[in-house]
Structures are given as structure tokens and as C-alpha cells.
């Protein structure tokens, strides 16, 4: 098999004028039989609504037949109907995404084909696109925020477990402020801090930490393995000359 290149930071530069809001989109599984249509256009309504950008997130299909037969009774299409879907999601959306990240279901394709479908779709739409990790560098007025985004990894029960697992992520880069990660469809929030001795201005340095919900219920392996239920919040960031801001909003 041939060895993927990929390039592990990515960082990409964006002008974005005063303020900017985004959100994140991650885990949409659209292939899967426990995808939820209704919170799906639920939040895209309100990303157009509310004129927001987009970070999409990786997994935007499960491909479980690539893993076993057995597993094909959880899709609901075949994986060309599939690809098609994210081909057009992304086509209808492109002049609000920002950055594109590839999730691990995602990667199953290169494995078995040699196929990067997201780089490929992302070439052709213009679309920022990293393949583990990247970095966006936004600038709103004078001030410039660096928001760091990676799908995720492993596994873990406990919201503890899945806390911790970001925040030693966190912990590894300086002067990052924002920290995204999906993966575990488990959304939570929380801000970790740095001393900072070389600036005047402020003596620490923060760095905000947002994990995302996912777009499916409850698929077999989930009651099966005895996971928690899903719930579905969507972050809205604002970042502007005056400051970082991060809202939730429950989706219903």
C-alpha cells in the first residue's frame, strides 16, 4: 500500500474584519442509521441565521462496512450516495468554512482504497483542509486569535477521562487560544491558563477548551457498550478587537 503523506500542522491565516462569529460541525456520521436529520437542520439553519463561519470537524461519514460486513446493517446508503452528500455539503457551504479537518471513520477509505476523499473534495472547493491537526490564525482589527483543531482519539467513559485528554493536548502548545477537539460526542467546556512573564499586559494567557456534540442517537454499539445518551449543544465563539466570548445553545 502506498504511504500517506500528510502534513501534520497546517497552519492557515485569515482576515476576518472586526468580529467574526463561528461554530463547530463535527461527527455527522451521514451514512449512519442513527443520523439525525432534524438536529442537523436545526443547526444549519442557525448557522445561517446568525451569519456564521465554520469549523468542520472530521467524521462526516461512519463507513461501517469498511470495518466489518456485519456492520453494514448500521448504515442507511451506500458509500457513493454518501460521499455524494458530503460532497455537496461542503459545496453548499464553502463560503462559510474556515477549516476542514478528516475524522477517523473518515480515514477508512485511504486505508482500503487509497482514496482521500476530504483533501480531494477540499483541492477542488478551495477549502483550507488538514488531515490530523491544523491551526487558524484569525485576525479581527488589530488582535489575532489562534485556534488549534483536531478531530480527537481513543476512547473514554467518563467526562473526566475525555477532560483530561484535552487538556493535556492543551497543555502541549503555547499562546493557542481556543482548543477544539470532537471524537468523543461529548460536548463540554472549560478554560485553562498559563503565567505569562514576557507580557506587560497581561500576566496570564488562556486558553479555551470546547469539545462537540455529534449528529446521531443512539446507534447499536452505543446500547450495546452501555455509552451515555447524546445531547446536542452547538458553541457559538466570538472573537473581536475587544475580546474571545463563547455561548451554548441547546438544540432541540
Known amino acids: 500500500m502506498q ?8 497552519v492557515y491565516r485569515i482576515k476576518a474584519g472586526k468580529t467574526v462569529k463561528l461554530t463547530i460541525v463535527a461527527d455527522l456520521h451521514l451514512d449512519d442509521i442513527a443520523f439525525l436529520e432534524s438536529i442537523y437542520n436545526k443547526v444549519m439553519d442557525r448557522v445561517v441565521r446568525k451569519n456564521l463561519k465554520l469549523i468542520l470537524n472530521g467524521d462526516f461519514v461512519s463507513l461501517f462496512f469498511l470495518k466489518d460486513l456485519s456492520s453494514m446493517a448500521e448504515r442507511r446508503m451506500h458509500t457513493d450516495e454518501a460521499l455524494d452528500k458530503v ?14 479537518t478528516r475524522g477517523n471513520h473518515d480515514k477508512r ?6 482514496f ?3 483533501r480531494q473534495f477540499c483541492k477542488q472547493l478551495k477549502l483550507n483542509y488538514a488531515d490530523t491537526q491544523g491551526v487558524l490564525i484569525i485576525q479581527t482589527g488589530n ?3 489562534r485556534i488549534l483543531v483536531t478531530h480527537g482519539w481513543g476512547n473514554g467513559r467518563s467526562v473526566g477521562a475525555k477532560v483530561n485528554k484535552a487538556e493535556n493536548l492543551a497543555r502541549q502548545w503555547e499562546q493557542i487560544d481556543v482548543l477544539v477537539i470532537s471524537h468523543t460526542h461529548q ?4 478554560p485553562i491558563s498559563r503565567r505569562n512573564p514576557y507580557l506587560q499586559t497581561e500576566q496570564y494567557h ?3 477548551i470546547i469539545s462537540t456534540s455529534a449528529f446521531i442517537g443512539d446507534p447499536p454499539y452505543v446500547l450495546e457498550q452501555g455509552y451515555p445518551p447524546p445531547t446536542f449543544v452547538m458553541p457559538i465563539i466570538t472573537l473581536s478587537e475587544g475580546g474571545l466570548k463563547i455561548e451554548w445553545e441547546e438544540i432541540r
Not at 87 to 100: A, G, M, Q
Not at 109 to 114: D, L, S, T, V
Open 3 to 10: 504511504e500517506e503523506k500528510i502534513e501534520l500542522l497546517p
Open 87 to 100: 460532497w455537496e455539503f461542503l459545496k453548499k457551504y464553502r463560503n462559510r468554512i474556515y477549516l476542514v
Open 109 to 114: 477509505i485511504f486505508k482500503y482504497a487509497e
Open 116 to 118: 482521500n476523499f476530504l
Open 143 to 145: 488582535r489575532e486569535w
Open 187 to 190: 460536548p463540554f467546556y472549560f
Open 206 to 208: 488562556y486558553t479555551h
